[in-house]
């Protein structure tokens, strides 16, 4: 197995303490990341690595980090480039800018350039229909990108310059990503000073202000709270709920009601739907029969009316049992009628064939 470095092995036993002990399995994703940020990728000997400190096997590492498509599986760039060509973007030309990266770049979906430098891939969607075509350079944004601005930056990264995303942060290696992921601070300096909202984003935030449309009960000028004010809020809270909850009075004894039931509620203080539950289906917990209030329905046949008996009765002589040789209801008569007149050609049917074919011939 590939040795990692200490530093490796510190954050993956820091990241594995960020759970319960019996939920260390909860701390594969980021530590998939951590091995990702070693090595560039999820290497058979990260798979290991990760079924090591968490006491997995290699098939179980190596499920998760085949679904996940942040998790590559072979050697990436140190700037993985994706360009979205899903129905909206590439209707808005997003295939126009794929084609010419994989062009200008000699490389297809899921390959790196011979520098290194950069990996292509093209991407189903990228969460920003508003902003398309969009391509992302480790996860950060370029908007309403067209073939030959998407051509300069990637030149420019070839040339290790580092251009600036539309929105987010300065960019950084794939590297440098993957410890962002696992949960770490990007430690380089003004990593997180710049970038900025989005044009469309700030359009839902005017309208909304425009028309005093607002979250109930927010105040969007109360301060965010630090770390440390939130942990000394939390704390008190804590003290607040363990103190001794005041005495209560006991409560002074009901009037004898002289009924052989337990202390239960009347049926009347009940909701509807309970006490119509516990009177049709009675159980230990229900009011026994002598209960103030209550009534137990007795299961029975319910009563036949002597004219509903006669009804039936009539019904049952006029409606013969049917015998095999034909449907129930059909009677011989009817049927030799109906077979007369269709061969005599007359009735209604008769007529509408005589129309139809306009002599009025018949066989």
């Known amino acids: 197995m590939s040795t990692f470095t200490e530093e490796t092995r510190l954050r993956a036993r820091e990241i594995i303490a960020r759970y319960p002990a019996d939920r260390s399995r909860s701390a594969l994703l980021p530590l998939l990341h951590l091995v990702q940020s070693e090595e560039g990728y ?50 808005l030309g997003g295939q126009k800018v794929y084609d010419a990266l994989a062009e200008h770049l000699g490389v297809g979906h899921e390959e790196t350039t011979a520098d290194g430098k950069i990996t292509l891939e093209h991407a189903e969607c990228l969460a920003a229909c508003d902003y398309g075509p ?38 950084c290696t794939l590297k440098e990503m993957a410890v962002q992921l696992a949960g770490f601070a990007d430690e380089r300096d003004g990593a997180v000073a710049d970038g900025g909202p989005g044009e469309p984003s700030l359009r839902g935030l005017r309208l909304a202000e425009q028309h005093g449309v607002s979250v109930p009960g927010f105040d969007p000028k109360t301060p965010i709270r ?31 009601t002289g009924s052989t039931a337990p202390d239960v509620k009347a049926p009347d203080a009940k909701s509807p739907q309970v006490r119509t539950a516990e009177t049709r289906q009675p ?27 006669a ?20 009677a011989a008569g009817a049927q030799e009628r109906n077979l007369k007149e269709a061969e005599a050609g007359t009735g209604a049917d008769g007529a509408d064939r005589a129309d139809a074919n306009g002599s009025g011939a018949r066989k």
Do not use: I, W
């Open 311 to 330: 009804a039936q009765a009539a019904g049952t002589a006029a409606n013969p049992p049917a015998g095999d040789g034909k449907p129930a209801g059909d």
């Open 226 to 256: 630090s770390k440390a004010e939130a942990d000394r809020a939390a704390a008190e809270a804590k003290a607040e709920a363990a103190k001794p909850a005041p005495a209560v009075e006991p409560a002074k004894p009901e009037a004898a």
């Open 42 to 91: 999820v290497s058979p000997a990260g798979v290991e690595f990760c079924a090591e400190v968490l006491g997995l096997n290699k098939a179980q590492v190596g499920a998760v980090a085949t679904f996940y498509t942040m998790y590559k599986r072979k050697p990436t760039g140190d700037y993985l480039v994706s360009v979205c060509t899903n129905t909206m973007c590439d209707v």
């Open 134 to 171: 969009v391509m992302t350079v480790n996860y950060d944004f370029f908007d309403n990108v067209e073939p030959q601005g998407a051509l300069d930056v990637v030149e420019e990264l070839r040339a290790g310059g580092r251009p600036m995303p539309t929105r987010g942060a300065r960019l």
């Open 283 to 309: 159980d230990a917990a229900t009011a026994v029969p002598d209960a103030p209030g209550t009534k137990v329905p007795v299961d029975g046949p319910a009563p036949v009316p002597r004219d509903a008996q």
